[in-house]
């Protein structure tokens, strides 16, 4: 890493895995990398801008990047399972951000509009989504006036089962 480039695209959202670990998606260096509890690396995968990761019950790890895209990838770096915008043509996509996998097995997406993009063509993206491990789409919002909700980068569910606060009971 180098700590002179800009830190505001350094990583994101470090997570703390069930077994201890954190994983962290390195935005700048393209590439989610897990350590251990001494930020050892202890795995990887590269991709394109990543800005989401967490570790899924299966032990998969469920990724977003800004060429919004969903992957599902396994601890041997296979992706199993993807999400992109050709799997949903009828609605635009800007940069995915948050991902969450629920319990039923549908993953809830935010897509983020980014401030250097005029907010006149904000109006047609959608700001999360919910889709299907058939990548079938169960609902999608898109409210930009009365109320204009504005760009989402993060969702919390509330009706999730689980505590957040203990890593690995909630897939998010």
Same mark, same amino acid.
């Given at each position: ?31 989610? &990398? ?15 801008? *990543? ?18 895209? &969903? ?17 949903? *043509? ?73 505590? *957040? ?8």
């Amino acid at each position: 890493m180098n700590p002179e480039a800009n830190p505001h695209i350094q990583f994101r959202r470090v997570r703390e895995t069930k077994d201890g670990t954190f994983l962290a998606a390195h935005l700048r260096d393209q590439k989610v &990398v897990e350590y251990d509890a001494n930020f050892k690396e202890i795995w990887s995968y590269a991709c394109s801008y *990543p800005w989401w990761a967490t570790r899924l019950k299966n032990g998969n790890t469920l990724i977003s990047s800004d060429d919004h895209s &969903v992957l599902e990838v396994n601890k041997q770096g296979k992706i199993v399972w993807q999400f992109t915008q050709e799997d949903a *043509p009828e609605y635009k996509f800007i940069i995915f951000q948050e991902v969450n996998r629920l319990a039923n097995g549908n993953t809830v997406i935010c897509n983020w509009c980014p401030h250097n993009l005029d907010p006149k063509y904000w109006p047609g993206t959608v700001q999360v989504l919910e889709v299907t491990p058939e990548k079938k789409v169960v609902w999608a919002l898109s409210e930009w006036k009365d109320p204009d909700l504005g760009p989402a980068s993060s969702i919390q569910l509330l009706d999730e089962p689980g505590t *957040p606060e203990i890593p690995g009971e909630q897939q998010r």
